[in-house]
Nanobody
Framework: QVQLVESGGGLVQPGGSLRLSCAAS????????MGWYRQAPGQQRELVAR???????NYADSAKGRFTISRDNAKNTVFLQMNNLKPEDTAVYYC????????????????WGQGTQVTVSS
């Protein structure tokens, strides 16, 4: 199994910054991609940013120019630097990893963290 543990959420004023971290652990054989999703009350979970193992990045339009995703492959950790935060960024942020384990090295599955609350409010 693969476990994801997020940290770094909290309350911030509009225009402020937060840095989220997510560490993957367990019987990891390979991680193809890691990413961040978010879910606001009453809304569906949506992609914020994603980074495959080749280092390329994908961002939601709402995140472009304000958020930066990065990854430390050696530590199986992904980060999300969020700048110029807006009230509409308020949501629970979930870490995601597409990974295989030593038990099934050729099969990739989606794993999720428990989520971390980000609240942007004055």
């Amino acid at each position: 199994q693969v476990q994801l543990v997020e940290s770094g959420g909290g309350l911030v004023q509009p225009g402020g910054s937060l840095r989220l971290s997510c560490a993957a652990s367990g019987s990891i054989f390979s991680i193809a991609a890691m990413g961040w999703y978010r879910q606001a009350p009453g809304q569906q979970r949506e992609l914020v940013a994603r980074i495959p193992s080749d280092g390329s990045t994908n961002y939601a339009d709402s995140a472009k120019g304000r958020f930066t995703i990065s990854r430390d492959n050696a530590k199986n950790t992904v980060f999300l630097q969020m700048n110029n935060l807006k009230p509409e960024d308020t949501a629970v942020y979930y870490c995601n990893a597409m990974a295989s384990t030593y038990y099934r090295a050729n099969t990739y599955s989606n794993y999720w963290g428990q989520g971390t609350q980000v609240t942007v409010s004055s």
